[in-house]
């Protein structure tokens, strides 16, 4: 039976999002519900991802559409005073405090202000629900299986472990994430969180 998809999107002009192929441009505040139609049917889960694409800098890279509950515009975020570089601190999302980590921080790129295309994807790990700042999210597409190369031994240092896989796309190369990997630890945000809610 066809499954169904929910992101709750905050968003502004312009947005394009692509659904099975086709750019959806949205006007307002929307929920976008991503349905995998009849022709899906017939789809092998195990040949194929089904990801959200987001942008680093120049650099594209994918989480399994499975670990995102939704994807919001930029919030106020409170710092964590002595966390890692790459926490950006936390924020109030519908009444839970929710740790934010910069990606760009994270896998080694220069930090910058944030933009209008500027997105937090929020994803649910092992460690709980997380806010990842991305620059970016740009679609949301299924990619073969066979299209999908392992990292080679130069990808698979220890400061980018994260990086699972590498897509080849008609224009573009995409490194497929791997969650857990590229939040090694957030024991110490999510302590900080919890003396910030009990302080609030």
Same mark, same amino acid.
């Given at each position: ?33 991503? *349905? ?18 987001? %942008? ?39 009444? %839970? ?26 994803? *649910? ?45 008609? *224009? ?29």
């Amino acid at each position: 039976m066809p499954r169904s998809y929910f992101f709750f999107v905050a968003l502004e002009v312009p947005l394009i999002t692509t659904i099975q192929g086709e750019a959806i441009y949205g006007e307002r505040d929307m929920t976008m519900q991503l *349905n995998e139609s009849s022709s899906d049917e017939d789809a092998d889960p195990a040949t194929e991802e089904h990801v959200v694409v987001f %942008r680093l800098a120049d650099e594209y890279y994918a989480l399994g559409i499975q670990t995102v509950q939704e994807i919001v515009r930029m919030p106020a975020i409170t710092s964590i005073p002595g966390a890692d570089t790459w926490v950006e601190g936390v924020t109030n999302l519908r009444g %839970r405090v929710v740790p934010v980590i910069d990606l760009r921080r994270r896998c080694g790129i220069e930090a910058t202000d944030p933009t209008a295309d500027t997105r937090i994807v929020v994803v *649910n790990s092992s460690a709980g629900m997380v806010g990842l700042i991305v620059d970016a999210v740009t679609e949301v597409t299924r990619i073969p299986g066979e299209q999908i190369e392992p990292p080679g031994v130069l990808v698979t240092g220890a400061a980018n472990a994260y990086i699972r896989g590498v897509a080849k796309l008609e *224009n573009r190369l995409v490194s497929l994430m791997d969650l857990e990997g590229v939040l090694p630890s957030l024991a110490d945000a999510d302590e900080s969180s919890a003396e910030h809610q009990r302080a609030a």
